[in-house]
């Protein structure tokens, strides 16, 4: 049996299609939270920051999360609640829909949670870690 030249090439680039639709596949994360001690560290109340800024429905939070070794923050989105992270002690493994990257405590680098913000975190280290958050809450 002889395979014509068109039906090679159909064949290869169906078989590209199917690796590159693998290498596409985007990742999620864990569903529910695993090690986790937060404390709150201060807030800004929604009427202090409606009159401020003129937001109404929102509250302002900073708080330290520590991540327990072999811990986890479930998958959750930013899209009504923009932040800002600093990983103070150990390191945040933040996965997303598209991979992930690594944030120390010696690093210079914080972690942007905006609108378009999709993720979740782990710490693969064997000793706690911690980051400062600071965010945007809406309180209804």
Avoid at 56 to 85: C, F, N
Avoid at 93 to 113: H, N, R
Avoid at 120 to 128: A, L, S
Wanted: hydrophobic share 35%.
């Amino acid at each position: 049996m002889t395979i014509s030249k068109t039906a090679t090439v159909a064949i290869m680039a169906a078989g590209l299609g199917l690796v590159a639709g693998v290498g596409l596949a985007k990742m999620s994360g864990p569903s529910e939270h695993k090690g986790l001690t937060v404390e709150a560290l201060g807030k800004i109340g929604e009427e202090m920051i409606s009159r401020q800024t003129g937001l109404d429905g929102y509250m302002m939070q900073l708080r330290e999360i520590t991540i327990a070794p072999g811990g986890q923050i479930a998958q959750h989105s930013h899209e009504t609640r923009p932040g800002l992270v600093k990983v103070v002690s150990g390191e945040w493994v933040e996965g997303t829909p598209d991979g992930e990257s690594t944030y120390a405590a010696d690093g210079l680098d914080g972690i942007l949670e905006d609108g378009d913000t999709t993720h979740w975190f782990y710490n693969r280290g064997d000793t706690p870690a911690t980051a400062i958050v600071c965010d945007l809450n809406p309180t209804g």
